[in-house]
């Protein structure tokens, strides 16, 4: 045994052999030199053990989340995955594989039929993916006979040792998921482990699946090669990131490893780079002494990089760039371009109706943190006598007494939700502008009994809180309306006398949940299900505004702000006089 390896590292270190084994040419593989470089280069998958390895994956993930045993923590169900896959590997044709599926759930255990096991659903807002278990043909008619019992002996059980309700919000938490930290992730069972617990966790704990570009089990046959042949931390890690890009959800990520994204880098332009009008266009600077020195300016279009053009850079790196629509991918996006090496890049540019190239000079730093596109100043602003600003990216709560008493007697006041709030006042802020209890969002929650199935639970409703306010509310969004700025933008939009002014938001909303996996990673995605009260989807979609406007690249080069000015026209009305809603958003 090697120096301080424990029982558990050996046998871990012993089924990494088996599965480099099995997927190497026989004899280019031996035990002493897997002990000494696990990341050993893998042969290609060939398709029957990509199908094959899929369909275990499948068959784990069922088992793990519907067996009762499996369930309660009764077996080491890692360890059950990389024990067997070498011999999934093997399998040459359907009828070997079929059978080592089905050897393996009749050592589990299939218990006899228990038809009160398991409480149905009701009220079902997503159903369970789990036709595939009936699919005789697919899996075979014995593993189907096997799998449908179990199903139907399954647990009623409010928690289980992987996976339990989180009090109060109804997010899935997970337990007992091993990071593996003394076993490099270079190893192919670490790999391969890795994406079908993420996806299995996906399949059944998601509350989005329905709303995904891809059928989700085409997707863990995609993405099989993909980890098979990773070979560094750097290739594991972007396909992590590839996988959960394939969610469709801005919450879906891997935040402490966002450093893997092209382009990758430890220098910055110090500038603030954004998508208006489908162009990238530097639209402030980052640090504001050492900004200009790089050679960009506030109002540049940003043709090409290095003989590029930012159109195919954009391509080549959207699949890593997880989303939930297209425009809170370009925002991400954006905010990355300024990342890349120390020294400079030659970078076409458009400026002031001319075309030029220019060296963009970086300078040590990190990505510019999300940044909002809210007015500059105090969090309350007086534009006018008649009309009020508030901006929610740096709110007190503590302080909403006084920015009422301050807002009073204006015509309207101005919500600006494009940035995160700095404090929750979803019932705080928004009870000001209701007069009675009004429903704004619908939510709906995991259903322990009945994996991958999600049901309608509650009703959230906004009460009315005293004083109020009488005037209009025109509530600002943009793509960076994410999230919490999304559930406080439907709360403040029931009041009667509110529209919703600005572009599309990130269209992820709902509680945050985070799974580890192996490598010590944690992966994110929306636990929870946000609707309309109507019970139509905000995930993916955003909250749609009822006044459509999006910056234009001559605004932003005048300095105006097109949706703050939108926004006091629909309160003063269509004839107010424009020089004087300049002047009301001109910044000193």
């Not at 009701?122 to 595939?132: E, N, P, R, S, T």
């Not at 970078?347 to 510019?368: N, Y």
């Not at 992820?508 to 985070?514: K, L, Q, V, W």
Request: proline share 5%; glycine share 8%.
């Amino acid at each position: 045994m090697a120096r301080d390896e424990t029982p558990r590292t050996r046998i871990w270190r012993l089924a990494v052999i088996a599965t480099l084994a099995a997927l190497m040419p026989t004899g280019a593989l031996s035990t002493d030199s897997a002990a000494a470089d696990s990341s050993t280069g893998l042969e290609v998958l060939t398709p029957t053990q990509v199908e094959n390895t899929a369909l275990f994956g499948m068959v784990w993930g069922f088992l793990k989340y519907h067996h009762r045993a499996v369930a309660s923590g009764a077996f080491d169900w890692d360890g059950e995955f990389l024990g067997l896959l070498p011999d999934v590997l093997a399998a040459n044709d359907c009828t070997a594989f079929r059978h080592v599926l089905t050897e393996w759930v009749e050592r589990i255990g299939v218990p006899e039929v228990c038809l009160r096991c398991a409480e149905p659903p009701i009220d079902v807002q997503l159903a369970a993916d789990i036709g595939w278990i009936g699919d005789g043909g697919l899996i075979g008619e014995d593993l189907s006979l096997q799998l449908e019992t179990i199903y139907a002996s399954r647990s009623s059980h409010r928690s289980q040792a992987y996976v339990w309700k989180a009090f109060g919000t109804g997010t899935p938490m997970f337990s007992q998921e091993p990071e593996y930290l003394d076993c490099p992730p270079l190893d192919a069972g670490v790999r391969i482990l890795a994406l079908v617990r993420l996806w299995n966790a996906l399949q059944y704990w998601f509350p989005y699946r329905d709303q995904m570009d891809s059928d989700w089990k085409d997707v863990l046959h995609e993405m099989l090669p993909s980890f098979a042949a990773a070979s560094d931390w750097d290739d594991y890690r972007l396909a992590l990131m590839e996988l959960l890009a394939r969610v469709g959800d801005t919450h879906a990520n891997l935040w402490s490893e966002r450093d893997v994204l092209p382009p990758q880098g430890e220098y910055v332009w110090p500038v603030k780079l954004r998508f208006v009008e489908g162009e990238l266009i530097v639209v402030g600077y980052e640090d504001s002494e050492i900004g200009p020195d790089c050679g960009l300016q506030v109002g540049d279009l940003i043709r090409s990089i290095d003989g590029r053009s930012v159109a195919d850079l954009v391509e080549d790196r959207s699949v890593f760039y997880g989303a939930s629509n297209e425009a809170a991918r370009r925002r991400d996006i954006a905010r990355y371009f300024v990342r890349g090496t120390c020294g400079t890049s030659e970078v076409a540019i458009e400026r002031g109706g001319d075309v030029m190239t220019l060296d963009a000079k970086r300078s040590p730093g990190g990505v510019p943190r999300t940044f909002s596109n809210d007015r500059p100043g105090e969090a309350f602003q007086l534009l006018s006598p008649e009309v009020a600003y508030l901006k929610l990216s740096s709110i007190r709560a503590r302080d909403i007494p006084e920015y009422l008493e301050r807002a009073e007697g204006t015509l309207g006041w101005i919500i600006d939700i494009r940035g995160y709030p700095s404090e929750f006042v979803v019932f705080d802020l928004g009870g000001r502008f209701i007069s009675e209890p009004t429903v704004f969002a619908r939510i709906t929650e995991m259903n322990m009994a009945n994996p991958g199935v999600f049901t309608w639970e509650q009703e959230v409703i906004l009460e009315p809180i005293s004083p109020g306010y009488a005037g209009k509310v025109a509530i600002l969004v943009d793509e960076t309306t994410q999230s919490q700025a999304e559930y406080t933008a439907m709360a403040l939009r029931v009041s009667r006398q509110a529209v919703v002014v600005g572009s599309t938001t990130a269209g992820a909303d709902g509680n945050i949940t985070t799974i580890a996996l192996p490598g010590g990673f944690d992966a994110t995605f929306t636990g929870v299900g946000v609707f309309n009260p109507d019970r139509t989807p905000t995930q993916r979609v955003g909250v749609l505004p009822d006044i459509v406007i999006e910056p234009t690249v001559a605004g932003l080069r005048s300095g105006r702000d097109e949706i703050l000015e939108a926004a006091i026209r629909a309160i003063l009305g269509d004839d107010a006089d424009e020089g004087a809603i300049r002047d009301m958003t001109a910044q000193d």
